[in-house]
């Protein structure tokens, strides 16, 4: 069973442009969450997405960015218009979404560097 | 809002010795979990450990144990018998529990150095 992937795992971007980040949740997952780690800090929250839903948005900033999780494909992570400040590393977590408690599954993160 | 904190940046420890790292968070919450997190260089977040609040009894995993403290708002973890291979970003964590959201709660992070 394969983990939560993500890609690309790096991606270089300059101002202005726009950056489209994908997760493929493990197997199975129904949920989705984006995390965003800025250099020397630790992950803050940005959304949580079932399919076709977001239930939570609470951590994404206003402008420029939007997340989606179709009923097919991977869950993206979109970020228009990129600014140096955007740059960070962009983890996907996924979960079963079953009654109780359901344990979050990291992926391997995509670096997202902003000339 | 919930808030966790980790006051120390950096720790070291001897190989085969024993570290602790701290964590104290803040919720008016009485169910909740908390969590630690290791983060390699490679930067994949691996869950080393998780408590239930409503558990009175500290969790242990092999060489890793925690101290809960649910009056004082306090979680630290306790590595023992330390190998290089604990080198890493710890991360502790805190999740409502139950919740419509699911989202984790970070502290800043203590990098652990290991020497031989």
């Known amino acids: 069973n394969a983990g939560v992937m993500q890609n690309p795992r790096h991606l270089v971007r300059r101002r202005g442009q726009e950056a489209r980040l994908r997760c493929s949740p493990m197997k199975g997952h129904s949920h989705v969450y984006w995390y965003r780690q800025l250099p020397e800090e630790g992950l803050k929250f940005m959304v949580y997405?079932?399919?076709?839903?977001?239930?939570?948005e609470s951590g994404m900033p206003k402008e420029r960015f939007s997340a989606e999780f179709p009923k097919e494909g991977p869950s993206i992570l979109r970020i228009q218009q990129v600014v140096r400040g955007d740059s960070a590393a962009y983890f996907c977590a996924s979960s079963p979404g079953l009654a109780g408690y359901n344990e979050q599954f990291f992926g391997p993160g995509t670096r997202l560097t902003v000339l | 809002a919930q808030t966790v904190t980790q006051s120390q940046p950096e720790m070291s420890v001897q190989e085969a010795e024993t570290v602790t790292l701290s964590c104290t968070y803040d919720t008016s919450e009485s169910d909740y979990y908390l969590f630690w997190y290791k983060q390699p260089p490679s930067r994949q977040m691996i869950l080393v450990i998780r408590q239930e609040a409503y558990k009175q009894q500290n969790a242990t995993e092999n060489r890793f144990s925690v101290n809960f403290q649910k009056a004082a708002k306090s979680f630290s973890l306790k590595i023992s018998d330390s190998q290089l291979g604990d080198a890493a970003m710890y991360f502790c964590?805190?999740?409502?529990?139950?919740?419509?959201?699911?989202?984790?709660?970070f502290g800043t992070g203590t990098r652990l150095q290991v020497f031989p």
């Open positions: 997405l079932q399919k076709e839903n977001i239930i939570d």
């Open positions: 964590a805190y999740r409502s529990a139950p919740s419509n959201t699911d989202k984790l709660i």
